[in-house]
Nanobody, 123 residues
Framework: QLELVESGGGLVQPGGSLTLSCAGS????????IGWFRQAPGKEREGISC???????YYADSVKGRFTISRDNAKNTVYLQMNSLKPEDTAVYYC?????????????????WGKGTRLTVSS
């Protein structure tokens, strides 16, 4: 059984940067594609980034060029570096694991979800 725990959320000013972490426990993340999703108040969940077990990365247009996903298999952790943050980035951010990166990118075929970490971008 794999457990995912997100951390690193908080309050940041517009234009600022923050890094979220998704730590796995109970099993290795090595063979999973890991996706980052977010859900803003009153909006549907949005898939924003995904990394395959081989390190291939994908980004939604809304975050492309501002966010960077990476993984450290030795630490069993996936990161989301977020730069040039905007108020519209405010949301609860979740990480999720699945076997197929193509499915995880689209938000299905998810085997495990974290409980989320909240990011607020506000002055």
């Amino acid at each position: 059984q794999l457990e995912l725990v997100e951390s690193g959320g908080g309050l940041v000013q517009p234009g600022g940067s923050l890094t979220l972490s998704c730590a796995g426990s109970g099993n290795t993340l090595d063979y999973y594609a890991i996706g980052w999703f977010r859900q803003a108040p009153g909006k549907e969940r949005e898939g924003i980034s995904c990394i395959s077990y081989g390190g291939n990365t994908y980004y939604a247009d809304s975050v492309k060029g501002r966010f960077t996903i990476s993984r450290d298999n030795a630490k069993n952790t996936v990161y989301l570096q977020m730069n040039s943050l905007k108020p519209e980035d405010t949301a609860v951010y979740y990480c999720a694991a699945g076997v197929s990166v193509a499915h995880v990118r689209e938000g299905y075929g998810i085997d495990y979800w974290g409980k989320g970490t909240r990011l607020t971008v506000s002055s």
